[in-house]
């Protein structure tokens, strides 16, 4: 199974940011340049949407920026994944609407690929981001890394 790119770049924004002091808000540009000069514009929709499963904290203005809303331990891979995850096919018969499978109903290969789904998803919530964020990268990320000047904090 693939994971979509924004899936990829939220789990380390999550390890990125629980690699934080407690309570302490980072900006977006921050977070984007620490992961590698990635895009803001998509990283504000990444950051949108991990704040609407209510793993984020987001604070506006002066000082403001995003935290973790929850501790790593208490975020289970396979529903963080499931949830990002939610409006892609696996293949085309997974599609609402059926896709353009050209084969016929009696196929098994849909039930075969939806077991497959269903136990990498249960293979991920045996982890938590917690587990993840014990790895080498984590431990080589500076946390006293420069802050952002007010004014970037401020976009």
Request: charged share 25%; with cysteine; hydrophobic share 40%.
């Amino acid at each position: 199974m693939r994971l979509l790119a924004s899936t990829d770049i939220a789990l380390r924004v999550l390890m990125l940011l629980g690699r934080q002091e407690s309570g302490q808000n980072v900006n977006v540009e921050q977070i984007a340049n620490q992961l590698g000069g990635l895009s803001r514009n998509h990283l504000h929709k990444i950051v949108q949407d991990l704040a609407a499963l209510g793993i984020l904290r987001t604070v506006r203005g002066g000082g403001g920026g995003v935290s973790l809303a929850k501790p790593l331990a208490d975020v289970r891979l396979g529903a963080l994944v499931r949830a990002l995850e939610t409006d892609q096919a696996i293949v085309e018969c997974f599609r609402d609407d059926g896709g353009g499978c050209v084969l016929d109903s009696g196929c098994r290969l849909r039930a075969m690929l939806r077991k497959a789904r269903e136990c990498f998803y249960e293979s991920l919530d045996q982890h938590t981001l917690a587990d993840c964020a014990a790895g080498r990268w984590f431990a080589s990320i500076d946390k006293s890394a420069p802050k952002a000047s007010k004014r970037s904090a401020n976009a």
